[in-house]
Protein backbone atom coordinates (compact mmCIF):
# COMPACT_ATOMS: atom_id res chain seq x y z
CA UNK A 1 0.00 0.00 0.00
CA UNK A 2 1.12 3.44 -0.75
CA UNK A 3 2.51 5.63 2.17
CA UNK A 4 1.72 8.85 0.03
CA UNK A 5 -0.55 10.84 -2.02
CA UNK A 6 -0.65 14.28 -4.23
CA UNK A 7 -3.43 16.81 -2.95
CA UNK A 8 -4.63 17.70 -6.63
CA UNK A 9 -6.36 20.82 -5.13
CA UNK A 10 -3.77 22.04 -2.69
CA UNK A 11 -0.71 21.03 -5.05
CA UNK A 12 0.67 19.24 -2.07
CA UNK A 13 2.53 16.00 -1.46
CA UNK A 14 1.04 14.30 1.79
CA UNK A 15 3.32 11.63 3.45
CA UNK A 16 1.07 9.44 5.37
CA UNK A 17 3.47 8.44 7.80
CA UNK A 18 3.94 11.57 10.02
CA UNK A 19 1.61 13.62 12.20
CA UNK A 20 1.68 16.76 10.03
CA UNK A 21 1.08 14.92 7.11
CA UNK A 22 4.43 16.71 6.22
CA UNK A 23 3.00 19.66 5.55
CA UNK A 24 1.87 23.31 7.40
CA UNK A 25 -0.75 25.18 7.18
CA UNK A 26 -3.46 23.12 6.27
CA UNK A 27 -6.03 22.67 9.13
CA UNK A 28 -8.69 19.91 8.95
CA UNK A 29 -6.37 18.41 6.26
CA UNK A 30 -6.91 14.97 8.08
CA UNK A 31 -10.52 15.14 8.26
CA UNK A 32 -10.63 15.89 4.16
CA UNK A 33 -8.47 13.18 2.69
CA UNK A 34 -10.04 10.62 4.76
CA UNK A 35 -13.78 11.70 3.88
CA UNK A 36 -15.67 8.96 2.25
CA UNK A 37 -15.02 9.13 -1.89
CA UNK A 38 -19.30 9.59 -2.41
CA UNK A 39 -18.87 12.82 -0.36
CA UNK A 40 -15.87 14.58 -1.78
CA UNK A 41 -14.28 15.20 -5.50
CA UNK A 42 -13.03 11.31 -6.73
CA UNK A 43 -9.87 13.08 -8.41
CA UNK A 44 -8.59 14.99 -5.09
CA UNK A 45 -5.98 12.46 -4.38
CA UNK A 46 -3.61 11.47 -6.84
CA UNK A 47 -0.85 8.29 -7.30
CA UNK A 48 2.24 10.30 -6.52
CA UNK A 49 4.09 7.94 -9.71
CA UNK A 50 1.32 9.20 -12.13
CA UNK A 51 1.66 12.97 -11.00
CA UNK A 52 5.37 12.74 -11.25
CA UNK A 53 4.96 11.53 -15.00
CA UNK A 54 5.76 8.03 -13.98
CA UNK A 55 3.77 4.95 -14.87
CA UNK A 56 1.23 3.85 -12.83
CA UNK A 57 0.37 0.37 -12.81
CA UNK A 58 -3.43 0.71 -12.28
CA UNK A 59 -3.53 3.26 -14.79
CA UNK A 60 -1.45 0.91 -17.28
CA UNK A 61 -3.81 -1.49 -15.91
CA UNK A 62 -7.24 -0.09 -17.13
CA UNK A 63 -7.87 1.49 -14.19
CA UNK A 64 -7.84 5.05 -12.46
CA UNK A 65 -4.39 6.69 -10.76
CA UNK A 66 -7.04 8.35 -8.46
CA UNK A 67 -6.83 7.39 -5.20
CA UNK A 68 -8.21 7.34 -1.14
CA UNK A 69 -7.02 6.64 2.44
CA UNK A 70 -8.42 4.69 5.34
CA UNK A 71 -6.78 3.70 8.44
CA UNK A 72 -5.23 0.30 7.99
CA UNK A 73 -4.78 -2.59 11.18
CA UNK A 74 -1.22 -4.07 11.55
CA UNK A 75 0.03 -5.90 14.61
CA UNK A 76 -2.37 -3.77 16.80
CA UNK A 77 -1.00 -0.39 14.93
CA UNK A 78 -3.83 1.67 12.77
CA UNK A 79 -1.19 2.86 9.90
CA UNK A 80 -3.12 5.38 7.05
CA UNK A 81 -2.84 3.24 3.93
CA UNK A 82 -3.78 4.88 0.51
CA UNK A 83 -5.33 2.56 -2.22
CA UNK A 84 -6.34 3.16 -5.74
CA UNK A 85 -9.71 3.83 -6.75
CA UNK A 86 -12.13 1.86 -6.78
CA UNK A 87 -11.80 0.95 -3.05
CA UNK A 88 -11.12 -2.46 -2.14
CA UNK A 89 -14.54 -2.94 -1.32
CA UNK A 90 -16.98 -2.31 -3.74
CA UNK A 91 -20.45 -3.78 -2.86
CA UNK A 92 -21.64 -7.42 -4.80
CA UNK A 93 -24.93 -6.99 -6.27
CA UNK A 94 -26.11 -9.76 -3.60
CA UNK A 95 -25.06 -6.92 -0.66
CA UNK A 96 -26.46 -4.34 -2.91
CA UNK A 97 -29.86 -6.13 -3.07
CA UNK A 98 -29.45 -7.18 0.57
CA UNK A 99 -29.72 -3.43 1.45
CA UNK A 100 -32.23 -2.16 -0.85
CA UNK A 101 -34.35 -5.24 0.47
CA UNK A 102 -34.02 -4.34 4.25
CA UNK A 103 -34.91 -0.81 3.10
CA UNK A 104 -37.87 -1.32 1.90
CA UNK A 105 -39.06 -3.41 4.18
CA UNK A 106 -38.29 -0.79 6.81
CA UNK A 107 -40.56 1.53 4.71
CA UNK A 108 -43.00 -0.75 4.28
CA UNK A 109 -43.56 -1.80 8.08
CA UNK A 110 -44.09 1.90 8.94
CA UNK A 111 -46.28 2.46 6.66
CA UNK A 112 -48.38 -0.71 7.00
CA UNK A 113 -48.39 0.69 10.80
CA UNK A 114 -49.43 4.01 10.10
CA UNK A 115 -46.37 5.65 10.42
CA UNK A 116 -44.59 8.37 8.28
CA UNK A 117 -41.44 6.89 6.40
CA UNK A 118 -39.21 8.22 3.35
CA UNK A 119 -36.41 6.52 1.90
CA UNK A 120 -33.15 7.78 0.59
CA UNK A 121 -33.95 11.46 2.91
CA UNK A 122 -31.24 14.05 2.34
CA UNK A 123 -29.89 15.92 4.97
CA UNK A 124 -30.31 20.27 4.89
CA UNK A 125 -26.96 21.90 3.42
CA UNK A 126 -25.33 18.10 3.72
CA UNK A 127 -23.87 15.50 1.23
CA UNK A 128 -25.58 12.89 3.15
CA UNK A 129 -28.59 10.92 2.62
CA UNK A 130 -29.83 8.52 5.20
CA UNK A 131 -31.68 4.84 4.13
CA UNK A 132 -34.61 5.52 5.50
CA UNK A 133 -36.56 8.11 8.04
CA UNK A 134 -39.14 6.68 9.87
CA UNK A 135 -41.50 9.70 12.03
CA UNK A 136 -43.68 8.23 14.67
CA UNK A 137 -46.87 10.03 16.05
CA UNK A 138 -45.21 12.26 18.80
CA UNK A 139 -42.59 13.58 15.90
CA UNK A 140 -40.32 11.25 16.63
CA UNK A 141 -37.34 10.60 13.96
CA UNK A 142 -35.63 7.75 13.82
CA UNK A 143 -32.81 7.34 10.89
CA UNK A 144 -32.26 4.40 10.03
CA UNK A 145 -28.89 3.02 8.42
CA UNK A 146 -28.38 -0.08 6.81
CA UNK A 147 -24.72 -0.23 6.60
CA UNK A 148 -23.91 -4.16 5.46
CA UNK A 149 -20.44 -3.23 3.57
CA UNK A 150 -17.24 -2.19 6.13
CA UNK A 151 -17.74 1.65 7.30
CA UNK A 152 -15.12 3.10 9.41
CA UNK A 153 -15.52 4.36 12.87
CA UNK A 154 -15.11 7.82 11.48
CA UNK A 155 -17.59 7.06 8.91
CA UNK A 156 -20.18 6.40 11.39
CA UNK A 157 -19.34 9.43 13.95
CA UNK A 158 -19.31 11.72 10.82
CA UNK A 159 -23.02 10.91 9.79
CA UNK A 160 -24.12 10.26 13.13
CA UNK A 161 -23.55 13.74 14.42
CA UNK A 162 -25.40 15.15 10.77
CA UNK A 163 -29.00 13.02 11.81
CA UNK A 164 -28.25 14.27 15.26
CA UNK A 165 -27.90 17.81 14.46
CA UNK A 166 -31.09 17.26 12.40
CA UNK A 167 -33.22 16.36 15.31
CA UNK A 168 -32.67 12.44 14.01
CA UNK A 169 -31.68 9.81 16.16
CA UNK A 170 -29.74 7.33 14.31
CA UNK A 171 -30.16 3.34 14.60
CA UNK A 172 -27.36 1.56 12.29
CA UNK A 173 -28.29 -2.12 10.81
CA UNK A 174 -25.35 -4.18 10.49
CA UNK A 175 -25.21 -8.04 10.01
CA UNK A 176 -21.59 -8.64 11.45
CA UNK A 177 -20.93 -9.18 14.75
CA UNK A 178 -17.53 -7.10 13.93
CA UNK A 179 -19.15 -4.36 12.37
CA UNK A 180 -17.28 -0.84 13.26
CA UNK A 181 -20.43 0.62 13.86
CA UNK A 182 -21.13 -1.59 17.21
CA UNK A 183 -21.34 0.30 20.25
CA UNK A 184 -20.26 3.62 18.17
CA UNK A 185 -23.92 4.95 17.82
CA UNK A 186 -27.53 3.40 18.17
CA UNK A 187 -27.58 0.07 16.53
CA UNK A 188 -29.00 -3.21 15.94
CA UNK A 189 -27.34 -6.44 14.23
CA UNK A 190 -29.37 -8.50 12.19
CA UNK A 191 -28.77 -12.34 10.40
CA UNK A 192 -26.90 -12.59 6.89
CA UNK A 193 -29.97 -13.14 5.16
CA UNK A 194 -30.36 -13.69 1.43
CA UNK A 195 -32.56 -11.04 -0.20
CA UNK A 196 -35.32 -12.71 -1.28
CA UNK A 197 -35.98 -14.22 2.37
CA UNK A 198 -36.12 -10.58 3.66
CA UNK A 199 -38.46 -9.32 0.75
CA UNK A 200 -40.24 -12.43 1.74
CA UNK A 201 -40.73 -11.54 4.61
CA UNK A 202 -39.23 -13.89 6.77
CA UNK A 203 -38.40 -13.49 9.90
CA UNK A 204 -35.63 -10.72 11.04
CA UNK A 205 -34.55 -11.12 14.62
CA UNK A 206 -32.30 -8.55 16.05
CA UNK A 207 -29.38 -10.33 17.22
CA UNK A 208 -27.14 -7.57 19.18
CA UNK A 209 -28.66 -4.34 20.20
CA UNK A 210 -31.81 -4.89 21.76
CA UNK A 211 -31.29 -5.43 25.91
CA UNK A 212 -33.74 -5.71 28.82
CA UNK A 213 -32.78 -4.65 32.42
CA UNK A 214 -32.85 -7.33 35.19
CA UNK A 215 -32.90 -6.51 38.50
CA UNK A 216 -32.49 -9.42 41.05
CA UNK A 217 -32.18 -10.61 44.75
CA UNK A 218 -29.20 -12.22 44.72
CA UNK A 219 -29.83 -15.59 46.57
CA UNK A 220 -29.12 -18.95 46.12
CA UNK A 221 -31.98 -19.75 44.65
CA UNK A 222 -31.65 -16.88 41.85
CA UNK A 223 -30.70 -18.80 38.42
CA UNK A 224 -28.89 -15.17 37.63
CA UNK A 225 -24.99 -15.18 38.60
CA UNK A 226 -23.63 -12.72 41.57
CA UNK A 227 -21.91 -9.84 40.49
CA UNK A 228 -19.39 -9.46 43.37
CA UNK A 229 -18.48 -12.39 43.86
CA UNK A 230 -17.56 -13.82 39.88
CA UNK A 231 -20.33 -15.91 40.15
CA UNK A 232 -19.40 -18.33 42.89
CA UNK A 233 -21.79 -17.25 45.06
CA UNK A 234 -24.33 -15.21 46.76
CA UNK A 235 -24.20 -12.23 48.53
CA UNK A 236 -28.27 -11.09 49.34
CA UNK A 237 -27.84 -7.83 47.58
CA UNK A 238 -29.66 -6.62 44.68
CA UNK A 239 -27.92 -6.38 41.32
CA UNK A 240 -29.32 -5.30 38.15
CA UNK A 241 -27.78 -5.35 34.55
CA UNK A 242 -28.86 -5.10 30.94
CA UNK A 243 -29.26 -8.88 29.24
CA UNK A 244 -30.14 -9.98 25.83
CA UNK A 245 -33.66 -11.41 25.37
CA UNK A 246 -32.71 -15.04 25.49
CA UNK A 247 -30.67 -15.07 28.70
CA UNK A 248 -32.99 -12.97 30.78
CA UNK A 249 -34.93 -14.91 33.42
CA UNK A 250 -37.66 -15.88 32.35
CA UNK A 251 -36.58 -15.30 28.92
CA UNK A 252 -37.88 -12.77 27.04
CA UNK A 253 -39.44 -12.96 23.08
CA UNK A 254 -37.45 -12.21 20.33
CA UNK A 255 -37.58 -8.51 19.03
CA UNK A 256 -37.79 -8.66 15.06
CA UNK A 257 -37.41 -5.71 13.29
CA UNK A 258 -40.94 -4.70 12.25
CA UNK A 259 -40.94 -4.31 16.91
CA UNK A 260 -37.91 -2.10 16.36
CA UNK A 261 -39.57 -0.08 13.49
CA UNK A 262 -42.74 0.30 15.51
CA UNK A 263 -41.14 0.78 19.06
CA UNK A 264 -38.20 3.22 18.14
CA UNK A 265 -40.32 5.75 16.38
CA UNK A 266 -43.29 5.60 19.31
CA UNK A 267 -40.77 6.00 22.17
CA UNK A 268 -41.59 2.46 23.68
CA UNK A 269 -38.36 1.03 22.99
CA UNK A 270 -35.65 4.08 24.01
CA UNK A 271 -31.66 4.26 22.78
CA UNK A 272 -29.58 4.13 25.73
CA UNK A 273 -25.36 4.45 26.41
CA UNK A 274 -24.31 2.55 29.41
CA UNK A 275 -21.06 3.30 30.83
CA UNK A 276 -18.52 0.46 31.23
CA UNK A 277 -18.22 -0.29 34.98
CA UNK A 278 -14.49 1.52 35.01
CA UNK A 279 -15.53 4.74 34.31
CA UNK A 280 -14.71 6.98 31.68
CA UNK A 281 -15.89 7.31 28.36
CA UNK A 282 -16.06 3.68 27.67
CA UNK A 283 -19.51 1.66 27.35
CA UNK A 284 -22.40 -0.09 25.36
CA UNK A 285 -25.15 1.64 22.89
CA UNK A 286 -28.37 -0.17 23.51
CA UNK A 287 -32.13 -0.38 22.48
CA UNK A 288 -33.90 -1.03 25.28
CA UNK A 289 -37.52 -0.80 26.62
CA UNK A 290 -38.51 2.73 27.74
CA UNK A 291 -39.79 1.71 31.27
CA UNK A 292 -36.45 -0.33 31.68
CA UNK A 293 -34.52 2.51 31.18
CA UNK A 294 -36.70 5.03 33.75
CA UNK A 295 -35.96 2.21 35.87
CA UNK A 296 -32.15 1.91 35.32
CA UNK A 297 -32.45 5.98 35.90
CA UNK A 298 -34.04 6.37 39.00
CA UNK A 299 -31.25 3.45 39.99
CA UNK A 300 -28.09 5.27 38.66
CA UNK A 301 -29.27 8.77 38.56
CA UNK A 302 -28.23 8.87 35.01
CA UNK A 303 -30.37 11.49 33.92
CA UNK A 304 -28.07 13.14 31.02
CA UNK A 305 -29.46 12.74 27.20
CA UNK A 306 -27.64 10.15 24.78
CA UNK A 307 -23.95 11.43 24.29
CA UNK A 308 -22.73 12.33 20.70
CA UNK A 309 -20.42 10.07 18.67
CA UNK A 310 -17.10 10.31 20.62
CA UNK A 311 -14.21 12.27 18.94
CA UNK A 312 -11.88 9.74 19.07
CA UNK A 313 -11.05 6.09 20.44
CA UNK A 314 -8.25 4.12 21.90
CA UNK A 315 -8.77 1.17 19.35
CA UNK A 316 -9.37 3.90 16.68
CA UNK A 317 -6.17 6.37 16.93
CA UNK A 318 -4.09 6.61 14.35
CA UNK A 319 -0.09 5.40 14.30
CA UNK A 320 2.14 7.38 12.36
CA UNK A 321 5.85 5.37 11.84
CA UNK A 322 7.78 8.70 11.03
CA UNK A 323 8.91 7.47 7.79
CA UNK A 324 10.31 9.14 4.36
CA UNK A 325 7.82 9.07 1.40
CA UNK A 326 7.47 6.31 -1.13
CA UNK A 327 6.84 7.88 -4.68
CA UNK A 328 6.56 4.37 -6.56
CA UNK A 329 3.03 3.13 -7.40
CA UNK A 330 1.87 0.40 -5.36
CA UNK A 331 -1.04 -0.65 -7.41
CA UNK A 332 0.00 -4.38 -8.49
CA UNK A 333 0.89 -4.92 -4.39
CA UNK A 334 -2.47 -3.71 -3.12
CA UNK A 335 -4.08 -7.02 -3.15
CA UNK A 336 -1.08 -8.54 -1.01
CA UNK A 337 -1.64 -6.27 1.88
CA UNK A 338 -3.75 -8.23 4.44
CA UNK A 339 -4.97 -6.16 7.56
CA UNK A 340 -5.62 -7.96 10.88
CA UNK A 341 -8.97 -9.44 11.33
CA UNK A 342 -11.54 -7.22 12.21
CA UNK A 343 -12.21 -8.05 16.13
CA UNK A 344 -15.65 -9.29 17.40
CA UNK A 345 -17.54 -6.41 18.88
CA UNK A 346 -21.01 -7.96 19.48
CA UNK A 347 -20.28 -10.05 22.21
CA UNK A 348 -23.81 -10.53 23.42
CA UNK A 349 -22.63 -10.72 27.03
CA UNK A 350 -24.33 -8.84 30.04
CA UNK A 351 -23.38 -5.59 30.61
CA UNK A 352 -23.51 -2.26 33.04
CA UNK A 353 -24.06 -4.22 35.59
CA UNK A 354 -23.89 -2.73 39.71
CA UNK A 355 -24.99 -3.84 42.97
CA UNK A 356 -27.33 -1.83 44.77
CA UNK A 357 -26.11 -0.86 47.98
CA UNK A 358 -27.16 -2.76 51.21
CA UNK A 359 -29.13 -1.22 53.67
CA UNK A 360 -26.76 -1.25 57.05
CA UNK A 361 -27.95 -4.23 59.44
CA UNK A 362 -29.71 -2.76 62.25
CA UNK A 363 -30.74 -5.04 65.36
CA UNK A 364 -32.48 -2.33 66.98
CA UNK A 365 -36.60 -2.19 66.12
CA UNK A 366 -36.18 1.86 65.25
CA UNK A 367 -37.20 3.20 62.14
CA UNK A 368 -35.51 2.39 58.91
CA UNK A 369 -35.83 4.70 56.41
CA UNK A 370 -36.12 3.21 52.46
CA UNK A 371 -34.59 5.55 49.46
CA UNK A 372 -36.48 5.85 46.59
CA UNK A 373 -34.18 3.95 44.73
CA UNK A 374 -33.92 1.12 47.17
CA UNK A 375 -37.77 0.84 47.20
CA UNK A 376 -37.71 0.47 42.93
CA UNK A 377 -34.89 -1.68 43.12
CA UNK A 378 -36.47 -3.98 45.99
CA UNK A 379 -39.67 -4.14 43.97
CA UNK A 380 -38.61 -4.78 40.56
CA UNK A 381 -36.28 -7.90 41.98
CA UNK A 382 -38.71 -8.91 43.95
CA UNK A 383 -41.83 -8.70 41.89
CA UNK A 384 -43.90 -6.93 44.62
CA UNK A 385 -45.64 -3.09 44.29
CA UNK A 386 -43.11 -0.75 45.82
CA UNK A 387 -45.69 0.07 48.72
CA UNK A 388 -44.97 -3.54 49.90
CA UNK A 389 -42.06 -3.04 50.41
CA UNK A 390 -40.02 -2.49 53.93
CA UNK A 391 -37.20 -3.27 56.23
CA UNK A 392 -36.59 -6.65 57.74
CA UNK A 393 -38.11 -6.62 61.61
CA UNK A 394 -34.81 -8.37 62.43
CA UNK A 395 -31.97 -7.20 60.23
CA UNK A 396 -33.37 -3.95 58.33
CA UNK A 397 -32.61 -5.45 55.30
CA UNK A 398 -34.84 -4.76 51.95
CA UNK A 399 -37.56 -7.38 51.24
CA UNK A 400 -41.30 -7.72 50.75
CA UNK A 401 -42.64 -7.13 54.36
CA UNK A 402 -46.35 -5.92 53.41
CA UNK A 403 -49.24 -7.65 51.35
CA UNK A 404 -50.59 -11.39 51.33
CA UNK A 405 -48.61 -14.04 52.01
CA UNK A 406 -45.59 -11.36 53.19
CA UNK A 407 -43.97 -12.02 56.31
CA UNK A 408 -42.27 -9.70 58.91
CA UNK A 409 -38.21 -10.98 59.02
CA UNK A 410 -36.50 -11.98 55.35
CA UNK A 411 -35.67 -15.49 55.08
CA UNK A 412 -31.85 -15.30 56.42
CA UNK A 413 -33.45 -14.42 59.53
CA UNK A 414 -35.95 -16.82 59.68
CA UNK A 415 -33.52 -19.55 58.89
CA UNK A 416 -31.34 -18.40 61.39
CA UNK A 417 -34.01 -18.04 64.23
CA UNK A 418 -35.14 -21.51 63.41
CA UNK A 419 -32.72 -23.77 61.44
CA UNK A 420 -34.78 -27.07 61.31
CA UNK A 421 -34.71 -28.06 57.95
CA UNK A 422 -37.90 -27.25 55.89
Not at 234 to 242: G, L, N, V
Request: net charge negative; charged share 25%.
Amino acid sequence: MANGVWHTEYGIEINLTKPDLGVDGYPGLLEEIMTSVSDRNPQLLECLAHHRGQECSSEVGGKSPWMFVRRGRVGGRRPLVAAHLPITHKPTPAESDQHKATKERVVETAERYGLSADAEVGMPHRRAVTDAVVTGPTGIRIGWEIQYSPLGPSGVRRRSVVAIDNDITPLWVAKSDRADLIDRAPWARVDDMPWREIVSGSEMVIRGGYRHLQVWRCLPSSPLHCLDTDGAGHCDSIHYEWFLPALCDPPKPPVVIEDLVLTSATGDSVPVFVPSRGGGRAGRHMWVPSSDCQTWRELTGQWEPLPGPQEQETDDEITFSEQEIDRTCRAGEEGLFRSDARPVRDLGQPTGGLTLARVPAQRSRRTTWITAVERAAAASALGCPPWEVGPCLRCSQVMRRYGRNAAMACGSCRAEADPRPA
